[in-house]
């Protein structure tokens, strides 16, 4: 089978109940079937008692198929979506701190952050701790320019999306 | 009117149609037990919980109801896992209750906590720890509704001891409407266009064959299916979990396929140009080496599951929904197609010439013998004497392979076995909620020397309650399956296979208050048979000493295509191979 060849990332939205056990069943499907999941992310929608999740995961399409069928399984799930291939609004946040030990370090950071429209939202003698929003391109790119600094801590949030409006449509068909 | 969680837990049940539990009791559900007297539902204490989760699930595969089964905190909870399991994995309706620690006391390692929910997540359809009383009701009704609509399975309901004691208000009215549950819609009806594309592809195969699953016992499609295969003259093949949609003797029926599956079943599915897969999952026991399995088939696949399609094999017609709902519509979309198209049967019936040969040069076969018992004859046995009528268990191993060989069923829900987890132990407490669901039948645990001592203890529960199971024993003296395969594949390495020291199961059986028989020669296995079926009052155990080294076959070595059988010696002609 030549399956690993198009192995890519794909980006899937559930919308599910906000109880306990239903995020366990999600990231128990993972495991006990053998899925990886690149990054998950949890938060509440419009409606407080329904939450959204947004995982990435990387596989074939055989394999997100799976994914995507085994989600709409779980009792609590009500939709899910594939939106890798969407016109959708895609959004990661990192926090970074960097080593700015001097003047021409600070200013190496100080001229990415404002090309990158990030922020930096704590100083130390020798730390900056810059804010950066934006799709996964970019925060990986902006990682990439500042490692050289130096980094000291770091946290991403994982990959949250919303499918444009233009598309004309919103979250998707209903769960089978 | 306010009543206590466990008041409300009990009269909930009722409401749902509930007449038999299984279960154990202990100190986090004293609450309930001490209701269950004022309760009409009538409670078997089963002697082990694996026992009473495999009486539930017996009972509800012969009867198609829920089966319920109770069980305490901690090691009662953990004692019902494998029997839940085994319901869940073949798809069976199944509401446990466990009772657990009190809320407060929750995630405390308190005295005999487990995280029951959490540890059986995996095993259930879904699950429900109660954390207040007033929700009780709710999710009693809710546990009922997931586990016997859509694909059925297993609800766990998680009760802690405080929430059976404190009161609520409890409105019958209420719980009489319908189930919401906003995020559960089951697709029951097919799409119209998948099921007129999939009519025109049977009348227009030439090579086509029925691939008949569980789902097709479950939802009750058995009839329209066979209709369907007589209509439009398909040759019709099952698994080990749909053999009882098919009578056994029907003309068009192959008998089982897969790895014990015969010669006709499993070259028609490889030779097929199409297969209409019924409730049923490309199991890998059914497939065998899947990228050869059926390589010029297109394939229909009609499951209420849509993770099931396209999981195993790719399918060209995936129609989602409930067998019976779509058989239904497709059985009269056949039809139209079949009076449309007359000439088609002159394509087909080469086919059904080719099939038919098949069936008649490779026959399910073994080596009679005057000397010692043989395992099939045992079935074959079983079967006149019960006139192919009794309900049969089984454990799991040859015997169950040879059950599913030779015993012809004649209706549905007729064998109950445990086809995905393969459980050890299943056979005699599944035999008893089989019993208890259909006391009108004749109820056969068909078991083997190994597994029989899984699980006997049930003996006494069958005592207990006077419910007159019978038990057969195919006593080989061997793991007998484990043992085929260290014969075949590890060059007769036999370890850790021997039964050599055994109880000696006649007189352990009447230790326990059972009838013990035992048939050591072919002649005797009739009497016996007859005997065993004039006791109606108490269980029986009948020993069969069968020979030690019988093998079951065909046999598809694991990791070979279907049509790579080992195929029985037929006497003299030595081992043909399939080609
Ligand atoms: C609980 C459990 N443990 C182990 C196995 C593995 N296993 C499958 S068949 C078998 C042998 C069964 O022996 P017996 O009940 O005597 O049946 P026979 O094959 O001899 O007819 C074993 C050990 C199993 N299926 N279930
Ligand atoms: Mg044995």
């Given at each position: 089978m030549d399956r690993k060849c198009d192995q890519r990332k794909h980006i899937i939205s559930v919308l599910v109940?906000?109880?306990?056990?239903a995020l366990a069943r999600i990231i128990e499907l993972f495991s006990s079937r053998g899925y990886n999941i690149e990054s998950l992310n949890v938060g509440h929608t419009e409606d407080p008692s329904i939450s959204r999740i947004t995982m990435v995961a990387k596989g074939d399409e055989h394999t997100i198929e799976q994914i995507v069928k085994q989600l709409r399984r779980?009792?609590?799930?009500f939709k899910v979506r594939d939106l890798t291939d969407k016109k959708k609004l895609d959004r990661e946040l990192l926090i970074v701190r960097v080593n700015v030990e001097t003047p021409e370090k600070k200013e190496e950071v100080m001229r990415l952050v404002e090309i990158f429209g990030a922020q930096v939202v704590d100083v130390s003698k020798d730390t900056y701790t810059v804010e950066l929003t934006g799709d996964e391109d970019q925060v990986d790119a902006f990682l990439e320019l500042i490692k050289p600094m130096g980094i000291r801590e770091m946290a991403r949030t994982g990959r949250v999306a919303m499918v444009r409006a233009l598309q004309g449509e919103t979250f998707g068909e209903q769960k089978e | 009117m306010k009543l206590s969680g466990a008041e409300i837990l009990l009269r909930a049940l009722e409401l749902e149609g509930v007449e038999k539990i299984f279960g154990y009791p202990g100190g986090a559900v004293l609450d309930i037990y001490d209701r269950l007297p004022f309760s009409p539902l009538k409670h078997y204490l089963t002697r082990h919980e694996q026992g009473a989760a495999h009486a539930a699930d017996g009972y509800a595969r012969v009867t198609g109801k829920v089966g319920v089964c109770f069980a305490t905190s901690g090691p009662g909870a953990t004692n019902l896992v494998t029997g839940l399991a085994t319901a869940q994995i073949d798809s069976v309706p199944v509401v446990a209750f466990t009772g657990n620690v009190p809320t407060f006391m929750i995630g405390n390692d308190a005295f005999q906590e487990v995280d029951t929910v959490g540890i059986t997540r995996p095993i259930t359809k879904h699950n429900f720890l109660v954390k207040d009383v007033k929700e009780l009701a709710d999710t009693v009704k809710k546990a009922f509704h997931i586990a016997r609509t859509g694909r059925p399975g297993v609800v766990l309901v998680d009760l802690p001891k405080d929430v059976t004691r404190e009161l609520a208000d409890f409105f019958e009215e209420e719980y009489k409407t319908p189930v919401q549950i906003r995020s559960y819609k089951p697709v029951l009806k097919g799409h119209p266009g998948q099921i007129k594309r999939a009519a025109k592809a049977i009348a227009s195969a030439e090579r086509p064959v029925l691939y008949i699953g569980g789902g097709v016992v479950s939802s009750g499609a058995s009839d329209l299916v066979v209709k369907m295969a007589e209509v439009a003259n398909i040759p019709m093949t099952a698994t080990l979990m749909g053999l009882t949609a098919v009578p056994g003797n029907h003309p068009f029926f192959l008998g089982m396929l897969g790895m014990h599956g015969t010669y006709a079943a499993n070259m028609a599915i490889q030779e097929s140009d199409l297969i209409i897969a019924?409730?049923?999952?490309?199991?890998d026991r059914v497939t065998g080496k899947l990228s050869e399995f059926a390589p010029n088939a297109k394939v229909i696949h009609i499951d209420?599951?849509?993770?099931?399609?396209?999981?195993?094999r790719h399918a060209d017609i995936p129609i989602v929904g409930d067998a019976k709902l779509v058989m239904e519509e497709l059985l009269p979309e056949v039809e139209k197609q079949v009076a449309k198209n007359r000439e088609f049967y002159a394509a087909r019936e080469k086919w059904i010439l080719k099939v038919r040969s098949w069936k008649e040069r490779y026959p399910l076969w073994y080596e009679p013998s005057d000397r010692v018992i043989k395992p099939q004859f045992v079935i074959e046995k079983i079967w006149e004497v019960t006139k192919g009528e009794a309900i049969i268990t089984t454990d799991v191993g040859q015997h169950q392979m040879w059950v599913a060989q030779y015993y012809r069923f004649r209706f549905p829900r007729q064998l109950v076995t445990s086809g995905g987890l393969g459980t050890m132990g299943f056979g005699v407490p599944a035999a008893i909620g089989a019993k208890v669901g259909r006391p009108d039948k004749t109820v056969f645990c068909i078991s083997g020397d190994g597994s029989f001592q899984m699980n006997m203890q049930e003996i006494v529960t069958a005592v207990h309650y006077n419910i007159p199971i019978k038990v057969a024993i195919i006593n080989n003296g061997f793991l007998g399956m484990v043992r085929q395969w260290q014969g075949i594949f590890y060059q007769k390495n036999y370890s850790q296979v021997h039964l050599d020291v055994q109880p000696d199961f006649v007189k352990l059986v009447e230790a326990m208050g059972g009838v013990g028989l035992r048939a050591t020669k072919p002649v005797e296995v009739e009497a016996v048979l007859k005997e065993a079926m004039a006791i109606d009052d108490r269980p029986v155990v009948i020993d069969f000493i069968v020979d030690r080294e019988e093998d079951v076959f065909p046999m598809v070595p694991p990791g070979g295509a279907l049509h790579e059988m080992i195929l029985p010696s037929y006497g003299k002609k030595k081992e043909k191979k399939a080609v």
């Open positions: 109940e906000n109880q306990p056990g779980i009792i609590d799930v | 019924i409730g049923a999952r490309f199991d209420i599951d849509s993770a099931e399609i396209g999981k195993n």
